[in-house]
């Protein structure tokens, strides 16, 4: 039978996805290279922040922010971690990693929280986006790794958008999860005393959401800090650049430092969120 | 005095589901609302339901879970959009509203108090109080002012910084009604306000909302399944079976003449000597005498014995109750020709009377205790009419027809 005839490719869809990948390089290149700037710019703003304070001062900061937040425990395991960071060599691959990942959740939090609140109240808006939120999760970042560098090229930008497709579905999910949560009755009384729909939103919505927000914006963080190595692959720096190096000579031990500096961060930031969210 | 009409209800439908239109046609050759949900699953909630509530009333809307109460209540603030009909609030037709003119109205002139409280669990009670100014924009100081004052009128100013969820369900609810007292609304509407709270503490904000509507007469639109609740604090009732509104009136009017056998049900075992006034059962079958000046004895003699009547009700010309006088009473007099021939001098002795606005429940021992029947009086003293004892038993047993003999019961101890 014919229908079952697999043995040679019917629907060219990679060639069609090569050639239309190249004809957006070809005519669009420029306009995705507009794209870039904001980010670049708050990047780079960030990176000068990370760099230009004493390190004290950024220690300091943080353990405030645990102390806190998020209790003197968290306060104590801060401190160490930075100084262990430090004493590792690797203060400078973690300031880089540290504005990348804060670049591209305040991204993500400008997009996912509003594009979250929609999606929140229109059933029609949470179908029609959840496909796209599957693909970003679980679509391999490889494969999405060359067309981007071919459209924004190769670097730390490049990598912070990568991070952004991986990292913005919670905060959407949580954000419409948050919102869909709210009491209908709190709803109802609202309007019954004659709230507009952007007062309910403001006044009732988006208050009694706020601590699923922050859980998404604590798995944003999160997802944003595992996407660290991958792109360093495309050149992005940070702390996944000794992991990467590591990998590729074979150096065991500076790979695993390069890990569990990103592990130690990651476990400073989910407790310093966790503990805002909790507020 | 001329009714002041708050709100009418003009021919209002709604219907949930998904072929609204093919209901209404449906409805309109007469299917039931169960056989309309069988074929298209849409969900007749409110039919064709009209009737007016007046200013400054407490307006009861009662009927069994699913009669469609709550969907009418929030039609009447268009939080359901209606899906056909008219809703009018002070002569104008709010379902004509723009979303603007509607919220408006809202922040003007409605509030509602919610069964399940429905406070803002991130807000303080104060904050809670004081929503609806927010919503108004009303400024900080002067909305806390006035939210504080709300509270103070429910009793919990002293829990202004709490949260809701450190109160009890019954507080709670009075933050609910504090929230819609500090709008000063002119009608209140309340979904079963008081159904969650325990029995006790219900009747304390009955008692609450009686006081409350005292001071300040508001229109209250109040739903309940609860006939004693209704009969406590509504002014008039109206009764809703299956979407339809099948009987208003006062709890007197539907007490005595229930429009059909779904209204009587609800009204079994209700203690109607609770309910019901000597003036709403006093009838004027007894005879009555007018004296003009000098009635002669022999002719009320005749009259009584014409009626076939043992006892008279003598009044004056304008109606004021003067006397009873019986058969016997008259004889003696007449028979006695030493006494002036006034027919004041044949009244029987220790004769009480009754005001129109005794229940039932004052009245009895007089009515037990006589042969003849109470005399029920206005405020003025005028004639209104009289309470035997066979009306009064007719009156406990509604349910029975008209015609059985129930003085025997009397006897019996049946009272
Ligand atoms: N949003 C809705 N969608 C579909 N059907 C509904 C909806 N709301 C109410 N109904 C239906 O409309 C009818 C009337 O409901 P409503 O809630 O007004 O009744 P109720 O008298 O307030 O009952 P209860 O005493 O249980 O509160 C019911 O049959 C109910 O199932
Ligand atoms: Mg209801």
New binding site residues.
């Given amino acids: 039978m014919r229908i079952f005839n697999f043995d040679e490719q019917l629907i060219p869809l990679d060639e069609w996805i090569q050639t239309f990948v190249d004809w957006l390089v070809l005519n669009y290149r420029e306009f995705f290279q507009i794209i870039k700037v904001p980010v670049e710019i708050s990047l780079e703003g960030l990176e000068w922040l990370f760099f230009t304070l004493p390190p004290w001062l950024i220690i300091v900061a943080f353990a405030y922010a645990a102390w806190r937040y998020a209790g003197k425990r968290v306060t104590v395991f801060t401190v160490l971690t930075f100084f262990l960071i430090g004493y590792l060599g690797l203060w400078e691959d973690t300031m880089t990693t540290l504005a990348m990942v804060i670049c591209s959740v305040v991204f993500c939090a400008v997009t996912g929280i509003p594009l979250g609140i929609l999606a929140g109240r229109s059933d029609r808006f949470e179908m029609f986006m959840r496909p796209f939120l599957d693909a970003m999760q679980t679509t391999p970042a490889f494969v999405y790794l060359i067309p981007v560098v071919m459209l924004f090229s190769i670097g730390t930008v490049s990598g912070i958008l990568a991070t952004i497709v991986f990292a913005l579905p919670p905060i959407i999910r949580l954000t419409s999860l948050g919102i869909r949560q709210v009491h209908p009755e709190l709803i109802e009384a609202a309007l019954a005393f004659g709230a507009t729909p952007w007062q309910v939103l403001r006044k009732v919505q988006f208050p009694l959401a706020l601590p699923s927000i922050m859980a998404g914006l604590n798995q944003t963080i999160m997802m944003a800090l595992s996407m660290v190595v991958i792109a360093a692959l495309i050149g992005a720096g940070g702390l996944g650049n000794p992991v990467v190096q590591g990998l590729n000579t074979l150096e065991i031990g500076l790979a695993t430092i390069g890990g569990l500096s990103i592990v130690l961060l990651a476990m400073v930031l989910d407790r310093i969120t966790q503990g805002i969210g909790q507020k | 005095m001329a009714i002041d009409v708050k709100i009418e209800v003009r021919n209002l439908y709604k219907i ?2 998904p072929q609204p239109k093919k209901a209404m046609a449906m409805l309109e050759q007469g299917l039931e609302k169960e056989a309309i949900f069988e074929k298209t699953e849409t ?4 039919q064709d339901a009209s009737f007016e509530i007046y200013s400054g009333e407490i307006f009861v809307i009662m ?10 209540v929030r039609m009447l603030n268009r939080l359901i959009e209606p899906t056909a009909g008219q809703v009018l609030i002070d002569g104008e037709d709010i379902i004509a509203m723009s979303d603007d003119q509607l919220v408006k109205l809202r922040r003007a002139k409605l509030s509602m108090v919610f069964q399940s409280f429905a406070l803002m669990p991130h807000m303080t009670v104060l904050q809670n109080a004081a929503f609806g100014l927010e919503m108004d924009g009303i400024d900080k100081s002067t909305r806390e002012k006035r939210a504080l004052q709300a509270l103070e009128q429910v009793g919990l100013e002293a829990w202004a910084e709490s949260r809701p969820d450190e109160l009890s369900g019954g507080m709670q609810q009075r933050v609910g009604l504090a929230r819609g007292l500090a709008v000063d609304p002119d009608v209140l509407l309340m ?2 306000a008081f159904s969650a709270l325990d029995p006790l503490i219900r009747t304390e904000m009955q008692d609450e909302l009686l006081k409350l509507q005292a001071k300040a007469k508001r229109t209250i639109v109040f ?1 309940s ?1 609860d006939l004693d609740e209704a009969m406590r604090i509504g002014d008039r009732i109206a009764i ?1 079976e299956g ?1 339809r509104v099948v009987q208003v009136g006062t709890p007197e009017e539907i007490l005595q003449d229930p429009a059909d056998d779904y209204v009587r049900a609800f009204f079994r075992g209700v203690d109607p000597t609770n309910i019901l006034t000597a003036g709403d059962i006093a009838t004027v079958k007894q005879t009555t005498i007018v004296i003009t000046e000098g009635k002669n004895p022999r002719a009320a003699l005749q009259r009584l014995i014409k009626d076939d009547r043992d006892f008279g009700y003598v009044l004056d010309s304008e109606r004021i109750f003067k006397g009873i006088i019986s058969a016997d009473s008259l004889r003696e007099l007449i028979d006695d020709s030493a006494r002036e021939q006034l027919i004041q001098n044949a009244f029987i002795d220790d004769v009480m009377s009754a005001n129109s606005s005794d229940s039932m429940q004052d009245i009895l021992p007089e009515v037990a205790s006589h042969p003849w029947a109470l005399p029920i009086l206005s405020d003025s003293g005028e004639y209104l009419g009289a309470v035997s004892k066979n009306l009064f038993l007719r009156t406990l047993h509604r349910d029975q027809p008209e015609d059985q003999p129930v003085t025997e019961q009397l006897s019996n101890g049946a009272v």
């Fill in positions: 949930f589901g969900t007749v909630g409110v009927g069994l879970s699913g009669s469609g109460k709550s969907t009418m979904d079963e739903i399944h809703m979407g």
